[in-house]
């Protein structure tokens, strides 16, 4: 307190000496000290942003390859000509998950052109007519120690496909495959949920809805954070690892 | 309030197996099943005890007399899941894991190993009676071609982390999976069989749900003759042994003092 009252006394002083001289020049010169709280917020104001942009800007784009698709695909008008989801993606008799599908799928409706997009002509000049499989890029793609049952989820659990993995059925393009450089896994699958940020969709769609109609309602929720969350909700937390980790 | 971390419409195991110790004659087809089973690595020289890896082993012991009394038995010893009595931290393992790498599951009554988790401290080793856990010195190595008949459903095991049989937990997830894709819940006794139980030649291992009275585990079980590996620890284990020779049952017991005069391990 002492201190404090006898620099205002310093400072009151200081200007009563000062102020003949000023009132001549009618402007009042930043005295000192005045502008000296600015340092601080200035200070973190800077170290913030700098360090906000190294964390959302320029980090990521270090950490994370991206890859383009082999080709352009519609899910969109898919789904309107196949109807649902398991026209494509189907389960097999013992319960396993077909996942991808294989070329001989698409060589069902592709043998010839049915349209003339050039991705359909790359389609069947490049894979259909060579038979050769197109080396489709898995952003849901587990590491090897990783167990998913689709049966579980899909039949026992009732789950939508497009709660873990979107609504992918409403994209008109795919977007790029975005991986981890240095653990070669897809960004999908592993990492943190920042603040629940990718709830919000902040890495899912980004390209894909470049209609601008597309609605997102929520983002691909796939990463173990999110898979425990749930688990965790539905099932308590008792031998959680041992469900998924193999 | 052990179920109580499950919805009321979860089924429930208890997996357990009774091994017919007057059956087994000790051929080891139990431990190479497992082996192929699980992706364990193996050695030039697998016979060195201390360096290699084993999920199921076989012992053999002694009654220590001689001839005409000798009369050996050998002991197949896969992990024995150990339930503890009362809250699931007294298995011996799982109340010490500093890193929740093994937890008991009341879902199925398996003891976890999760080998992303484990940091390799070995705790767990120190805490098992039954010495089933191995830790991994080195990484996995095959013969050239060989890692292409690895199976896919279990992860292989780098260095640096304790491992140890999971009742071959991939067979179960996979029975479960074909379950769920026919609509239903319940397992049936013969979709889930571990490796080792097929392979036994002599027919000595049964396994199943050890409260499912329906599963031959059940009644086996209830044999006056059945006995579980140092019962007096109270691990309650669920693996349980069968047979008929005394002394047999006294070394699995492991008597000690005069109760175990005639006994010798060999």
Same mark, same amino acid.
């Given at each position: 307190?002492?201190?404090?009252?006898?620099?205002?006394?310093?400072?009151?002083?200081?200007?009563?000496?000062?102020?003949?001289?000023?009132?001549?020049?009618?402007?009042?010169?930043?005295?000192?000290? %005045?502008?000296?709280?600015?340092?601080?917020?200035?200070?973190?104001?800077?170290?913030?942003?700098?360090?906000?942009?190294?964390? =959302?800007?320029?980090?990521?784009?270090?950490?994370?390859?991206?890859?383009?698709?082999?080709?352009?695909?519609?899910?969109?008008?898919?789904?309107?000509?196949?109807?649902?989801?398991?026209?494509?993606?189907?389960?097999?008799?013992?319960?396993?998950?077909?996942?991808?599908?294989?070329?001989?799928?698409?060589?069902?409706?592709?043998?010839?052109?049915?349209?003339?997009?050039?991705?359909?002509?790359?389609?069947?000049?490049?894979?259909?007519?060579?038979?050769?499989?197109?080396?489709?890029?898995?952003?849901?793609?587990?590491?090897?120690?990783?167990?998913?049952?689709?049966?579980?989820?899909?039949?026992?659990?009732?789950? +939508?496909?497009?709660?873990?993995?979107?609504?992918?059925?409403?994209?008109?393009?795919?977007?790029?495959?975005?991986?981890? *450089? @240095?653990?070669?896994?897809? *960004?999908?699958?592993?990492? =943190?949920?920042?603040?629940?940020?990718?709830?919000? !969709?902040?890495?899912?769609?980004?390209?894909?809805?470049?209609?601008?109609?597309?609605?997102?309602?929520?983002?691909? *929720?796939?990463?173990?954070?999110?898979?425990?969350?749930?688990?965790?909700?539905?099932?308590?937390?008792?031998?959680?690892?041992?469900?998924?980790?193999? | &309030?052990?179920?109580?971390?499950?919805?009321?419409?979860?089924?429930?195991?208890?997996?357990?197996? /009774?091994?017919? @110790?007057?059956?087994? %004659?000790?051929?080891?087809?139990?431990?190479?099943?497992?082996?192929?089973?699980?992706?364990?690595?193996?050695?030039?020289?697998?016979? +060195?005890?201390?360096?290699?890896?084993?999920?199921?082993?076989?012992?053999?012991?002694?009654? !220590?007399?001689?001839?005409?009394?000798?009369?050996?038995?050998?002991?197949?010893?896969?992990?024995?899941?150990?339930?503890?009595?009362?809250?699931?931290?007294?298995?011996?393992?799982?109340?010490?894991?500093?890193?929740?790498? %093994?937890?008991?599951?009341?879902?199925?009554?398996?003891?976890?190993?999760?080998?992303?988790?484990?940091? !390799?401290?070995?705790?767990?080793?120190?805490?098992?009676?039954?010495?089933?856990?191995?830790?991994?010195? =080195?990484?996995?190595?095959?013969?050239?071609? &060989?890692?292409?008949?690895?199976?896919?459903?279990?992860?292989?095991?780098?260095?640096?982390?304790?491992?140890?049989?999971?009742?071959?937990?991939?067979?179960?997830?996979?029975?479960?999976?074909?379950?769920?894709?026919?609509?239903?819940?319940?397992?049936?006794?013969?979709?889930?069989?571990?490796?080792?139980?097929?392979?036994?030649?002599?027919?000595?291992?049964?396994?199943? +749900?050890?409260?499912?009275?329906?599963?031959?585990?059940?009644?086996?079980?209830?044999?006056?003759?059945?006995?579980?590996?140092?019962?007096? @620890?109270?691990?309650?284990?669920?693996?349980?042994?069968?047979?008929?020779?005394?002394? /047999?049952?006294?070394?699995?017991?492991?008597?000690?003092?005069?109760? !175990?005069?005639?006994?010798?391990?060999?």
């Amino acid at each position: 307190m002492s201190t404090t009252e006898e620099k205002e006394q310093a400072v009151a002083e200081n200007e009563q000496a000062k102020g003949g001289d000023e009132q001549a020049a009618e402007v009042a010169p930043v005295k000192p000290g %005045t502008w000296r709280f600015l340092i601080p917020i200035a200070a973190f104001a800077l170290g913030f942003m700098s360090h906000f942009s190294l964390g =959302w800007v320029i980090l990521p784009p270090i950490l994370y390859a991206e890859k383009q698709q082999p080709i352009d695909f519609s899910h969109k008008l898919h789904v309107d000509e196949v109807g649902d989801c398991e026209g494509c993606h189907y389960f097999r008799e013992d319960g396993s998950f077909s996942g991808i599908p294989e070329l001989e799928n698409c060589a069902e409706c592709h043998e010839e052109a049915m349209g003339e997009d050039p991705e359909e002509a790359k389609l069947i000049t490049e894979y259909i007519e060579p038979g050769k499989e197109i080396p489709w890029l898995i952003y849901a793609r587990q590491p090897q120690c990783v167990f998913f049952s689709h049966a579980a989820h899909v039949k026992m659990g009732e789950m +939508d496909c497009a709660i873990c993995h979107g609504p992918i059925g409403d994209s008109d393009h795919v977007r790029p495959y975005q991986y981890n *450089r @240095l653990t070669k896994y897809s *960004r999908d699958i592993w990492g =943190w949920n920042i603040a629940g940020l990718s709830k919000n !969709g902040w890495d899912y769609l980004k390209q894909a809805d470049n209609s601008g109609e597309i609605k997102i309602e929520h983002a691909a *929720r796939m990463k173990m954070d999110d898979c425990a969350e749930c688990h965790m909700e539905k099932r308590g937390t008792h031998d959680a690892c041992f469900v998924c980790h193999k | &309030m052990k179920e109580a971390h499950h919805k009321a419409d979860e089924k429930t195991y208890k997996f357990g197996m /009774v091994i017919d @110790l007057d059956k087994c %004659t000790g051929c080891g087809a139990c431990m190479v099943a497992c082996m192929a089973e699980n992706n364990l690595p193996f050695r030039k020289d697998n016979s +060195d005890r201390l360096r290699s890896n084993l999920w199921m082993r076989v012992y053999k012991i002694s009654n !220590g007399r001689s001839f005409p009394d000798l009369d050996i038995s050998f002991i197949p010893r896969p992990c024995q899941h150990c339930e503890g009595h009362g809250h699931h931290a007294a298995t011996p393992c799982v109340s010490v894991c500093p890193a929740t790498a %093994t937890d008991y599951s009341h879902e199925t009554g398996i003891v976890s190993q999760v080998y992303t988790r484990c940091f !390799g401290c070995r705790y767990c080793m120190a805490a098992c009676p039954y010495h089933v856990r191995v830790f991994n010195w =080195w990484d996995p190595t095959w013969p050239k071609g &060989m890692s292409k008949y690895l199976n896919p459903d279990v992860s292989v095991r780098m260095r640096g982390v304790v491992e140890k049989c999971s009742f071959c937990y991939h067979r179960y997830q996979r029975a479960k999976n074909k379950a769920y894709a026919e609509e239903r819940r319940e397992l049936h006794e013969d979709e889930y069989q571990t490796a080792c139980t097929q392979a036994c030649p002599a027919g000595a291992i049964t396994f199943g +749900d050890l409260k499912n009275p329906e599963h031959k585990v059940y009644k086996l079980k209830k044999s006056p003759y059945a006995f579980r590996l140092l019962e007096k @620890l109270g691990t309650n284990p669920k693996i349980y042994y069968v047979s008929t020779r005394d002394w /047999v049952r006294k070394a699995g017991d492991v008597y000690l003092g005069k109760e !175990g005069k005639d006994v010798t391990h060999a």
